[in-house]
C-alpha cells in the first residue's frame, strides 16, 4: 500500500503562485510515476502534471511553461510548482502514484485563483 498526502493548496490571486506537495510513504519501491491531476467544480478530473521515477516529465497544454513538477528522492515527495496562477486553475488537486498494482489517490487539496 501507498499512502499519499497533499499539502499546499489555498487561495491566490491572479498572477500568484503555489507550490503543492505530495508525500509517499508505505511501498514507495512499487511506485513507477506519480502525478498531479485536479477537478474543478463540475467537471471531470484532469491529469497536470506527471513525473516517472527516471525524471520524465509531461504536462498539459493549459499549463506548460507556467507549472513545473519535481521529486525529491530523498523525500520521497514530489513538488507542483504553480505560476502565473489563472482563476481557470481553480480547483482540487490529487496526488496521483501509477505502481506495479494498484493506482493510488491522496485526499486532495484546494486551490483557489482569484480574478
Known amino acids: 500500500q501507498v499512502q499519499l498526502v497533499e499539502s499546499g493548496g489555498g487561495l491566490v490571486q491572479a498572477g500568484g503562485s503555489l507550490r503543492l506537495s505530495c508525500a509517499a510513504s508505505?511501498?514507495?519501491?512499487?511506485?513507477?510515476?506519480m502525478g498531479w491531476y485536479r477537478q474543478p467544480p463540475g467537471l471531470q478530473r484532469e491529469l497536470v502534471a506527471a513525473?516517472?521515477?527516471?525524471?520524465?516529465?509531461n504536462y498539459a497544454d493549459s499549463v506548460k511553461g507556467r507549472f513545473t513538477i519535481s521529486r525529491d528522492n530523498a523525500k520521497n515527495t514530489v513538488y507542483l510548482q504553480m505560476n502565473n496562477l489563472k482563476p481557470e486553475d481553480t480547483a482540487v488537486y490529487y496526488c496521483?502514484?501509477?505502481?506495479?498494482?494498484?493506482?493510488?489517490w491522496g485526499q486532495g487539496t484546494q486551490v483557489t485563483v482569484s480574478s
Open positions: 513525473i516517472t521515477t527516471g525524471g520524465s516529465t
Open positions: 496521483e502514484a501509477q505502481t506495479l498494482g494498484p493506482l493510488y
Open positions: 508505505g511501498s514507495i519501491f512499487s511506485i513507477k510515476s
